[in-house]
Each structure stands twice: as structure tokens, then as C-alpha cells.
């Protein structure tokens, strides 16, 4: 089945968390995850992001930067991103510089269903 795979350039757990709610209530023009920025308010998922995601006719995996360095270490991509895993291991669906220029999780949707569409 294709899978989408969605890689915050974020650590995991719950201080890590607490620290990018602050970082993006702070300093958001400096947040280092545009991923996590779009998809999440100071502290829980987007409901229209959410909703898609339960809708999106895909398998859907998360992973932080960690997670996701020791799941796939060869894969060399800048995070946040992302990717479409079609059965031949994962490949950039979205990359860190198209995602930082998404501004809302509408257009972060559009972006993605695009490119999905674009692929068949």
C-alpha cells in the first residue's frame, strides 16, 4: 500500500514539545520545523489537518528527526519533508524549501494532493 510519510525536523517527547510550543509562540519566524508550524497549534494537531488525514486514502507514518535518521540511515533528505513511499522505499513527495513556503494546512493539502495526482 502507499504510504505517506510525514518527518518533522523536531525531537520527540514531551519536554522537546513543550520547548517548540514556546519556540513557536517566541520566536516563530526562527522555528527550524515549518512541518510542525502548519500542522499544529501550541498544543495539538490542526482539526482540518487532522480530518484530512483520516480521510487521506493512504497509510500515513510520523516521524521526529531522530526517529526517522535511525529508521532510514541512508536516506539523505532535509527535514522537515514529505515523502511517498510507493513500495520502493521512500522518496520526496514535498521538500524542506517547498514547505516552507506553504503558509496554512489548506495549501499544505493542495500541495500534496497535487503531487500526489501528478504521480497517478
Given amino acids: 500500500m502507499t504510504r505517506l510519510i ?8 514531551l ?6 510550543s514556546v519556540h513557536k509562540l517566541v520566536s516563530p519566524s ?3 520545523c515549518s512541518l510542525c508550524a502548519i500542522t499544529y497549534g501550541l498544543f495539538r494537531m490542526d482539526p482540518k489537518w487532522r480530518a484530512w488525514l ?5 497509510e500515513v507514518a510520523f516521524h521526529h528527526k531522530p526517529d526517522f535518521r535511525a529508521a532510514y540511515p541512508a536516506l539523505d533528505v532535509r ?3 514529505v515523502l511517498l513511499d510507493a513500495g520502493d522505499g521512500p522518496e520526496p513527495l514535498v521538500r524542506a524549501e517547498e514547505l516552507g513556503a506553504v503558509e496554512n494546512v489548506d ?3 493542495a500541495v500534496i494532493e497535487g ?3 501528478s504521480r497517478g
Fill in 30 to 32: 526562527t522555528y527550524q
Fill in 115 to 117: 503531487r500526489l495526482a
Fill in 79 to 81: 527535514l522537515p519533508a
Fill in 107 to 109: 495549501m499544505l493539502i
Fill in 6 to 13: 510525514f518527518v518533522y525536523n523536531a525531537d520527540d517527547g
Fill in 15 to 20: 519536554i522537546a514539545g513543550m520547548m517548540d
Fill in 54 to 58: 483520516d480521510r487521506a486514502p493512504y
